[in-house]
């Protein structure tokens, strides 16, 4: 996937399955990966002093303990605010989405986003963040 150090992709989904796919996928490609099963996990990720920010976040709407909007206008909110995250969910709402995008999301794809599909979505979005 990129040259240099491997990137830190964080995967918030609360569907055990999802993320295992996930991992799979994204391991393959030349990442590590952090799992956080719901937003309440993906907060203390991104909150916590001695935890080094991901690269990118891979996030879905409809979480426990804190929702996925929730979580993204805490990034946009804090110095984390050009953190990248692509949105990979399938139940958000036609206001959820509008409120993603004025949030400042990199993509938003929807469940079942298709392997090839997500796969250049992260690249993409990786790439993009290295070239800053």
Known sequence: MTKGPRPNVLVVDDEPGIRAT??????????????APHGMGALVELAAPHNMLPDLVILDVSLPLEGGVRVLRFLRETRRSDLPVIVLTGTASEEQEQELQQLGIDAYLRKPAPYETLLAEVERTLGRRQQK
């Open 22 to 35: 996930l991992r799979e996928m994204l391991t393959r490609s030349g990442c590590d990966v952090t799992e």
